[in-house]
Structures are given as structure tokens and as C-alpha cells.
């Protein structure tokens, strides 16, 4: 029997004691180990749930109660027969129905992804809905959630299937003006006549390219706390994460090393990053810890900065550099109840960690930053950098053909563009191209 044949088994449900937990089964076998397990014959009607009892085929001792549903292939996730077991979460439930199921004849233990690659070796996803759904169940935020729906749904390979469409169409015109250039069917100026839809092709593939708001979106924010010591970084972590993350110390020097924290912002993911304060020092570890807080701030999505009111306005040199970003928050802080904030501190959000001033305005701040760089409306983008990297390729043969003059060299950019965008997907099917041909200019009748 070969793999593919075989009927495979999981636990669908995460680990652990529950009320509930989820068995499916996919494969030939689904339907005869289902009856062998719970002795109903017929199985019950696709889709409807029907309470069934699980024993044990080999000795006929009973292991559960629950539900039982029933789905036959094609119109299953996976294309195949499948069968799922609602039964009760314990671990000894689960294990007593895994030993018997996989005691039957031609059914072992899934893989891990293996439901899902059944899925895609059947037809039912293409790549962008198995990264989709991979992305859905990771999902930590609500606007990840929903990007992760968008993709799951096919939105992202909607687009990516229209522009392999257009490809293919170029592609048979191409290969008409090579192959079957004597033909009465095919026009003299077939070449020509693709490359005003190559050259706006190309475009809108650029355009979503240059667009990072998907991939963003999916790894989340960085947003680095940067300052002199003793300026209020960890204070103001603590506050954020609405727990005692890092020590917060009068002590300069306190935080060595970054210190990370994971939030929904308004629904958007943020990692917000704690950093030692910047300053001269001939301590080797915290010159370390400074070494590395430099480097996150470089590569941070946002900044936020700073400085102590009694120290206003002198910013330190080590902090100056960062005032200026397009990503930078200035917060003045240990703006009391009772201190007023300096009248020329423009630009300056005035902040009291301990008595809460200026926080509902930072929090306002953030997110509206966050939205603007990860919003992403209702529109469909590339969530991954194997999707970037497939589609800068296919750009790069487009243009390579657009500027080509040989229809050899052009045809086979084309082609190159084309298993670019299968990539993205997972698809690219010859019979299609030849099918084109063959159907439009009717070459061979």
C-alpha cells in the first residue's frame, strides 16, 4: 500500500486534559473503521453529527461515548473520506482509541501537516490557503486574524491565479508565433500585441511587492524603549505590560540586556523591546548591553524616547541620534502630579508612569502608528518572504521579456515568470498553456 493510499489518524484538538477532544480520520479506510469502531451500519448522513459508541474492534470492550460525523470525499477537507470522533479529553481515552484505530488494517498516526498536504495534493488549498491557515491558528491579534481569514478564504491566491491567467495567455501567443507561425489562425503580430498587458502586469506586480504591510503584519512590530539611564524605560515596560517585567532600579546601569515583551496593540501585534541606558561606559558587559540596544533600535519599526524632566533639555549625545526618525516617540518623563511640564518642550509628550499622566495619550499615539504602518484594509498582500522572493523573479523575467527582441528569449522569460507565480501557489499546469493554444487559434483542426 502505498503512502498516499494509507489512512491516517490524529488528534485534532491540543494536548492536555479537556471536556472535548477531536480525533479525525482521512483515507480508503475511514468509513470501514469507523463502522468496525462504533458498529453503525449504515454510517450516519454527511455533515450531521449522530451519537455513537467507541469500542474496541479487537475485543469489543467499550472506550467511549460521543459524537461521530461523518464526511465523504471529495467534499471533505482533505478531498479524501473522513471521519471525526468527538469523545471525551482524556489522555486515556485518546490513547485507547489511537491503539485500536491504528490496530486496523492499512490506518497508522498522522504526520505533522499531513491532513493539510492531503488537502493540497487534492486540490482543496493551494499554498497561499495552507500558509493561511497555518497563519490562522498562530493568529495572536485580531488584525492577524483577519489578514489570516483573507488568505485562508484565497484572496491572495485569487490575485496571484488571475496574473498566472494573463501569463499563460502571453505565453501561448508566444509559443503560437514559434510553433505555428505558418498557421492561418495566428496573427503576424501576436508578439507585439502582449506586451501592453506584460508591461501593466508587471506593474501591479511591483506595486504589491514594494507593499511589507502583509509580512509585518504576520511577525509583528518592534518597538524599542530607548534613553539615557534612569530615565524611566523599565518603569514604563512594567506599565505597558501591566506587570512587573523588568527590575526597575534608581541604580543607572540596572538593565544589561534587552528585555522583550509581547502585546496586542489595538489588536495589532508588538514586540516592545527594553534596552540598557545609553551612555559612555567602561563596563564591558553593560557596553554590551548598550552595543545591543543601538542595534535593535536600528532595526525597530518604531522608537520610543526618553529623557528625564529634571534633565530637560539636555538630550545625551548617545540619545540624540534617534530624535529625528520618522519612527520616534519623544516622552518627557516623571511628569508628576504637580510638575509642570517645560513650556518649550514641543514635540515632547509629557508622561508620569506612577501617576498615569500622558498615558492614554501615548497609548493613542501607538496605536494610531501601529494601524498606519499594519492596516491593511480588505485588501489581499504577501504574508511571506517566499512569496517576495518568488514574485521579485517573476518581475525580473518580465522585464528581461519586455526588453528581449528575440521571441525564443521572450518566450522563455515568460515561462520563467510564470513557474515564478506557480511557486507563490503550488500550480503550474502545461496542459493549460497547451490547452490555450490549442483552443484559441484552433491550430491542428
Known amino acids: 500500500m502505498t503512502a498516499r493510499a494509507e489512512t491516517?489518524?490524529?488528534?485534532?484538538?491540543?494536548?492536555?486534559?479537556?471536556?472535548?477532544?477531536?480525533?479525525?480520520?482521512?483515507?480508503?479506510?475511514?468509513?470501514?473503521?469507523?463502522?468496525?469502531?462504533?458498529?453503525?451500519?449504515?454510517?450516519?448522513?454527511?455533515?450531521?453529527?449522530?451519537?455513537?459508541?467507541?469500542?474496541?474492534?479487537?475485543?469489543?470492550?467499550?472506550?467511549?461515548?460521543?459524537?461521530?460525523?461523518?464526511?465523504?470525499?471529495?467534499?471533505?477537507?482533505?478531498?479524501?473520506?473522513?471521519?471525526?470522533?468527538?469523545?471525551?479529553?482524556?489522555?486515556?481515552?485518546?490513547?485507547?482509541?489511537?491503539?485500536?484505530?491504528?490496530?486496523?488494517?492499512?490506518?497508522?498516526?498522522?504526520?505533522?501537516?499531513?491532513?493539510?498536504?492531503?488537502?493540497?495534493?487534492?486540490?482543496?488549498?493551494?499554498?497561499?490557503?495552507?500558509?493561511?491557515?497555518?497563519?490562522?491558528?498562530?493568529?495572536?491579534?485580531?488584525?492577524?486574524?483577519?489578514?489570516?481569514?483573507?488568505?485562508?478564504?484565497?484572496?491572495l491566491g485569487q490575485i496571484i491565479l488571475g496574473w498566472q491567467a494573463r501569463l499563460m495567455r502571453a505565453l501561448a501567443h508566444c509559443e503560437a508565433t514559434i510553433d505555428f507561425v505558418e498557421e492561418e489562425d495566428v496573427p503576424d503580430d501576436l508578439l507585439s500585441a502582449t506586451r501592453p498587458d506584460l508591461t501593466a502586469l508587471l506593474a501591479e506586480m511591483r506595486g504589491q511587492a514594494a507593499d511589507g504591510r502583509g509580512e509585518r503584519l504576520r511577525q509583528g512590530l518592534t518597538i524599542v524603549i530607548l534613553g539615557p539611564p534612569n530615565a524611566g524605560k523599565s518603569s514604563l515596560l512594567n506599565a505597558l505590560a501591566g506587570r512587573e517585567a523588568a527590575i526597575v532600579s534608581d541604580r543607572a546601569g540596572t538593565t544589561r540586556d534587552v528585555i522583550e515583551l509581547h502585546l496586542d496593540l489595538g489588536g495589532y501585534p508588538v514586540t516592545l523591546v527594553d534596552?540598557?541606558?545609553?551612555?559612555?561606559?567602561?563596563?564591558?558587559?553593560?557596553a554590551e548591553g548598550i552595543r545591543r540596544a543601538r542595534a535593535r533600535a536600528d532595526q525597530a519599526d518604531l522608537a520610543l524616547v526618553l529623557l528625564d524632566r529634571a534633565d530637560w533639555p539636555r538630550v545625551p549625545d548617545d540619545v540624540a541620534p534617534w530624535l529625528d526618525q520618522p519612527g520616534?516617540?519623544?516622552?518627557?518623563?516623571?511628569?508628576?502630579?504637580?510638575?509642570?511640564?517645560?513650556?518649550?518642550?514641543?514635540?515632547?509628550?509629557?508622561?508620569?508612569?506612577?501617576?498615569?499622566?500622558?498615558?492614554?495619550?501615548?497609548?493613542?499615539?501607538?496605536?494610531?502608528?501601529?494601524?498606519?504602518?499594519?492596516?491593511?484594509?480588505?485588501?489581499?498582500?504577501?504574508?511571506?518572504?517566499?512569496?517576495?522572493?518568488?514574485?521579485?523573479?517573476t518581475c525580473a523575467a518580465l522585464d528581461r521579456a519586455l526588453s528581449g527582441t528575440l521571441p525564443e528569449l521572450i518566450t522563455e522569460d515568460v515561462r520563467l515568470a510564470l513557474r515564478g507565480l506557480g511557486r507563490i501557489v503550488g500550480r503550474v499546469d502545461v496542459e493549460d498553456i497547451l490547452g490555450l493554444i490549442f483552443a484559441e487559434f484552433c491550430i491542428g483542426k
Open 328 to 393: 520616534t516617540l519623544r516622552l518627557l518623563t516623571k511628569c508628576d502630579a504637580g510638575i509642570a511640564p517645560p513650556a518649550d518642550a514641543r514635540g515632547w509628550l509629557p508622561l508620569s508612569v506612577q501617576d498615569g499622566i500622558g498615558f492614554d495619550a501615548l497609548m493613542q499615539a501607538l496605536t494610531e502608528r501601529a494601524a498606519a504602518l499594519l492596516s491593511t484594509g480588505a485588501d489581499p498582500l504577501l504574508t511571506r518572504a517566499r512569496h517576495r522572493a518568488a514574485l521579485d523573479e
Open 8 to 155: 491516517i489518524i490524529a488528534v485534532a484538538t491540543a494536548p492536555g486534559r479537556a471536556g472535548v477532544a477531536v480525533l479525525r480520520v482521512s483515507g480508503p479506510e475511514a468509513g470501514p473503521l469507523t463502522v468496525a469502531l462504533t458498529g453503525r451500519r449504515p454510517l450516519p448522513a454527511p455533515r450531521l453529527a449522530a451519537y455513537a459508541s467507541f469500542s474496541d474492534p479487537a475485543t469489543g470492550a467499550l472506550l467511549d461515548r460521543g459524537l461521530l460525523l461523518w464526511f465523504p470525499g471529495p467534499a471533505s477537507f482533505t478531498g479524501e473520506d473522513v471521519a471525526e470522533f468527538q469523545v471525551h479529553g482524556s489522555r486515556a481515552v485518546l490513547a485507547a482509541l489511537l491503539a485500536a484505530a491504528t490496530g486496523f488494517p492499512g490506518v497508522r498516526l498522522a504526520e505533522p501537516g499531513e491532513f493539510t498536504r492531503r488537502a493540497f495534493d487534492n486540490g482543496k488549498l493551494d499554498l497561499t490557503e495552507v500558509e493561511g491557515l497555518a497563519d490562522l491558528i498562530d493568529a495572536e491579534t485580531e488584525a492577524q486574524r483577519r489578514q489570516a481569514v483573507r488568505q485562508l478564504d484565497g484572496a
Open 275 to 286: 534596552t540598557a541606558g545609553l551612555r559612555a561606559t567602561d563596563d564591558p558587559i553593560e
